[in-house]
């Protein structure tokens, strides 16, 4: 495929048409295809927390973590209490050896998922 014709495949279609699709690749575990289609959505719909999420986890699957780091680090700063993307920022520091970065990530999404030790 030459690149024209590439990224028209994977910006083509309504906003709901590329999340189904995004959606598909991703469960298909095309992480590269999903974060293909996932980038243009995100860019049109920035204050949506599902596309960046499923972004986000696009590229941890294809070990693309700095961005994955980054898109995280988005949702975190706009929605705090966001465990999941606690939980994933915590899991991709831990995948480039960023260990006491993650620790306080996980620690803060296990308190937010209620998961608290017992004594």
């Known amino acids: 495929m ?9 910006a083509h279609g309504t906003p709901a048409e590329r999340w189904e699709r995004a959606q598909l690749f991703f469960d298909a575990k095309d992480y590269t295809a999903a974060a293909r289609v996932l980038t243009g959505l995100v860019d049109e719909v920035p204050e949506q927390t599902g596309p960046r999420l499923l972004l986000a986890r696009s590229y941890y ?17 706009r929605d705090p209490v966001e465990h999941y993307a606690r939980l994933m920022l915590g899991r991709t520091l831990q995948r480039q050896n960023r260990h006491e970065e993650a620790e306080s990530q996980l620690r803060i999404a296990s308190a937010l998922a209620g998961d608290f030790p017992q004594d």
């Open 61 to 77: 699957h294809s070990a693309q973590l700095r961005r994955a780091e980054a898109e995280l680090r988005t949702i975190v700063e």
């Open 2 to 10: 030459n690149t024209t014709y590439d990224a028209a495949y994977y």
